[in-house]
């Protein structure tokens, strides 16, 4: 008899992406920058890939002017990072992070 498992759907692991990446100081929002149509065209802030080596993580992000935006990314990636494999018990296969725009 083996220990009780979890099944973690895509939608789960996008919403704790997403909360993660928000929390981080410095991220105004999760998601495309520029006009809204554009960002209605292009998609959602956080795509899953799962596959048998883990979990791939792709997020887009819109930073708080006056932030450094390589230390941001690194901090981005730490929060997804911890969420993924921690809190989700999943093994993490990559994180890319895409600033997307600055400002509001």
């Given at each position: 008899?083996?220990?009780?498992?979890?099944?973690?759907?895509?939608?789960?692991?996008?919403?704790?992406?997403?909360?993660?990446?928000?929390?981080?100081?410095?991220?105004?929002?999760?998601?495309?920058?520029?006009?809204?149509?554009?960002?209605?065209?292009?998609?959602?802030?956080?795509?899953?890939?799962?596959?048998?080596?883990?979990?791939a993580v792709r997020v887009w992000i819109v930073a708080r002017p006056g932030h450094e935006l390589v230390p941001l990314?690194?901090?981005?990636?730490?929060?997804?990072?911890?969420?993924?494999?921690?809190?989700?018990?999943?093994?993490?296969?990559?994180?890319?992070?895409?600033?997307?725009?600055?400002?509001?």
């Amino acid at each position: 008899m083996s220990g009780p498992e979890l099944s973690v759907g895509k939608r789960v692991i996008s919403d704790m992406v997403r909360l993660a990446a928000f929390e981080v100081p410095g991220v105004v929002r999760v998601g495309r920058g520029g006009p809204a149509w554009r960002a209605a065209l292009a998609g959602r802030g956080v795509a899953i890939r799962l596959s048998d080596g883990g979990v791939a993580v792709r997020v887009w992000i819109v930073a708080r002017p006056g932030h450094e935006l390589v230390p941001l990314v690194r901090q981005v990636r730490t929060a997804i990072g911890a969420t993924v494999e921690r809190l989700l018990g999943l093994p993490l296969e990559s994180v890319t992070v895409t600033v997307d725009g600055v400002g509001g």
